[in-house]
């Protein structure tokens, strides 16, 4: 096809509404849909593209797809055969070719190469579709009406939303679930004039690299959870350092793991402290049957927890988890972003555990990560808790000639106040992972 049969190729044909996108072509990504003006807060939330489908096929039925394909006209065709899809020899796409040769014998289309490029288009562009019946387009409601008194689950091709680009940060949302069964795109972050426009990658018959590492560490995740007193602890610091290296140190998986890693060890030191009480043996020294005494449980549970915190304010100010380098060289730790509310329980029981292990052993940053969270902690629970109270005199250290230097006004620890000195075993009626 050449490029003078491809630019004018309509795009436009199925469009009910354009706000101020056009297509223009990008150096290394072909042709994209970028904006003619400024989207600001204001229309956030706001359907800037509302688009008919171009083809629907129930989700994975690829031989009613090449059926969509062949009844469709030559211009939807053509734009359809210019959809960016990667290359067939990615392995990933490569696993489609045995499909292919399986969807020839069906003789809607019997060249395997071509059945094998047109797999790779609609799984890379397909959409998920709860489309209603149709009435904008072309008045051809038949096929949206089966399809729409099926109940299984639909996939559609769209000229101009397939020029949409994707992204793990996208600026553009989209839903099928409208009235008209129309494809809407809405704003959900500021777009400057000339932006590339991006939607999250759609839902389609084959994954990316990522999201098959990501659906793998879930699996090893929902495995390896020690749910036994005596398993070990190790899969699972395993499984939270290979995903913060494979997918980012602030991934939702990751971020789940260091949660799950802090209750659990926090957990097994609980049991062993009762263990340790009901036999006589005080003073924690007694070895579990893993070789972990309740001081090194608490310490992986303190560390996990203090990961977890940070990571969150990675996500909340998206960042890819730049904390991570720090907490591996055990550094003093340089926290660039805001803290975080919703985390605020989790901080606490993390104080809780730092409370009891020894300060020599203490993470270096975590007086300082607790000391940003005492007001959080405060709003939380109140200004007069003594739990609060008892986690500012152990753990904050600073003295007052640090905190004029830094910048913060921090009270003289409450040394001598009595009820601070009171346990936090009330910890368990907080709302936490207790």
Same mark, same amino acid.
């Given at each position: 096809?050449?490029?003078?049969?491809?630019?004018?190729?309509?795009?436009?044909?199925?469009?009910?509404?354009?706000? %101020?996108?056009? $297509?223009?072509?990008?150096?290394?990504?072909?042709?994209?849909?970028?904006?003619?003006?400024?989207?600001?807060?204001?229309?956030?939330?706001?359907?800037?593209?509302?688009?008919?489908?171009?083809?629907?096929?129930? *989700?994975?039925?690829?031989?009613? #797809?090449?059926?969509?394909?062949?009844?469709?006209? =030559?211009?939807?065709?053509?734009? $359809?055969?210019?959809?960016?899809?990667?290359?067939?020899?990615?392995?990933?796409? @490569?696993?489609?070719?045995?499909?292919? =040769?399986?969807?020839?014998?069906?003789?809607? /289309?019997?060249?395997?190469?071509?059945?094998?490029?047109?797999?790779?288009?609609?799984?890379?562009?397909?959409?998920? /579709? /709860?489309?209603?019946? $149709?009435?904008?387009? *072309?008045?051809?409601?038949?096929?949206?009406?089966?399809?729409?008194?099926?109940?299984?689950?639909?996939?559609?091709? #769209?000229?101009?939303?397939?020029?949409?680009?994707? =992204?793990?940060?996208?600026?553009?949302?989209?839903?099928?679930?409208?009235?008209?069964?129309?494809?809407?795109?809405?704003?959900?972050?500021?777009?400057?004039? %000339? *932006? &590339?426009?991006?939607?999250?990658?759609?839902?389609?018959? @084959?994954?990316? %690299?990522?999201?098959?590492?990501?659906? !793998? #560490?879930?699996?090893?995740?929902?495995?390896?959870?020690?749910?036994?007193?005596?398993?070990?602890?190790?899969?699972?610091?395993? &499984?939270?350092?290979?995903?913060?290296?494979?997918?980012?140190?602030?991934?939702?998986?990751?971020?789940?793991? +260091?949660?799950? &890693?802090?209750?659990? %060890?926090?957990?097994?030191?609980?049991?062993?402290?009762?263990?340790?009480?009901?036999?006589?043996?005080?003073?924690? +020294?007694?070895?579990?049957?893993?070789?972990?005494?309740?001081?090194?449980?608490?310490?992986?549970? !303190?560390?996990?927890?203090?990961?977890?915190?940070?990571?969150?304010?990675?996500?909340?100010?998206?960042?890819?988890?730049?904390?991570?380098?720090?907490?591996?060289?055990?550094?003093?730790?340089?926290?660039?972003?805001?803290?975080?509310?919703?985390?605020?329980?989790?901080?606490?029981?993390?104080?809780?555990? +730092?409370?009891?292990?020894?300060?020599?052993?203490?993470?270096? /940053?975590?007086?300082?990560?607790?000391?940003?969270?005492?007001? $959080?902690?405060?709003?939380? #629970?109140?200004?007069?808790? &003594?739990?609060?109270?008892?986690?500012?005199?152990?753990?904050?250290?600073?003295?007052?000639?640090? =905190?004029?230097?830094?910048?913060?006004?921090?009270?003289?620890?409450?040394?001598?106040?009595?009820?601070?000195?009171?346990?936090?075993?009330?910890?368990?009626?907080?709302?936490?992972?207790?």
């Amino acid at each position: 096809m050449s490029d003078t049969n491809i630019t004018a190729i309509p795009l436009e044909k199925k469009l009910i509404l354009n706000e %101020g996108l056009t $297509i223009t072509t990008k150096d290394g990504m072909g042709r994209v849909a970028v904006a003619m003006r400024d989207f600001g807060t204001e229309k956030f939330h706001h359907a800037i593209i509302r688009e008919a489908p171009s083809l629907v096929w129930s *989700d994975r039925d690829f031989g009613q #797809f090449l059926l969509a394909f062949k009844r469709a006209d =030559s211009d939807a065709q053509k734009t $359809i055969l210019d959809m960016y899809h990667p290359p067939l020899s990615t392995p990933h796409v @490569v696993e489609l070719g045995t499909l292919a =040769s399986a969807l020839a014998y069906l003789r809607v /289309y019997q060249d395997v190469a071509f059945i094998h490029k047109l797999l790779a288009i609609a799984a890379t562009n397909g959409h998920q /579709y /709860y489309g209603e019946p $149709i009435a904008a387009a *072309d008045g051809d409601l038949r096929q949206h009406e089966m399809l729409r008194s099926s109940e299984a689950p639909k996939t559609a091709l #769209f000229l101009f939303g397939s020029k949409i680009a994707h =992204s793990c940060q996208p600026n553009l949302s989209y839903t099928s679930k409208t009235q008209d069964g129309a494809l809407e795109y809405k704003v959900i972050r500021p777009i400057a004039t %000339g *932006d &590339l426009t991006q939607c999250k990658c759609p839902d389609c018959g @084959v994954q990316d %690299g990522m999201e098959r590492k990501e659906e !793998a #560490f879930i699996h090893r995740l929902e495995h390896l959870t020690p749910r036994r007193a005596e398993e070990p602890l190790r899969p699972l610091q395993d &499984l939270v350092e290979d995903a913060a290296l494979q997918l980012s140190p602030s991934h939702h998986v990751t971020i789940k793991a +260091l949660d799950m &890693l802090a209750r659990l %060890g926090a957990s097994k030191a609980e049991n062993l402290d009762v263990q340790q009480r009901f036999m006589g043996i005080m003073g924690g +020294l007694r070895m579990n049957p893993h070789g972990l005494s309740t001081t090194e449980l608490r310490k992986i549970a !303190a560390e996990a927890g203090l990961r977890a915190v940070v990571a969150s304010e990675c996500v909340a100010a998206g960042c890819h988890g730049c904390y991570s380098k720090s907490f591996q060289a055990g550094k003093e730790l340089i926290l660039p972003h805001d803290s975080v509310y919703e985390v605020g329980i989790k901080i606490f029981h993390v104080s809780v555990d +730092l409370i009891v292990i020894p300060e020599a052993i203490r993470p270096c /940053y975590s007086s300082k990560i607790v000391e940003r969270y005492l007001p $959080i902690m405060r709003g939380h #629970f109140g200004d007069d808790d &003594l739990d609060i109270q008892l986690i500012e005199d152990k753990l904050v250290t600073v003295t007052p000639k640090e =905190s004029i230097a830094s910048g913060v006004t921090q009270a003289t620890p409450r040394k001598n106040n009595q009820k601070t000195r009171r346990s936090t075993k009330k910890k368990k009626n907080k709302k936490g992972r207790r």
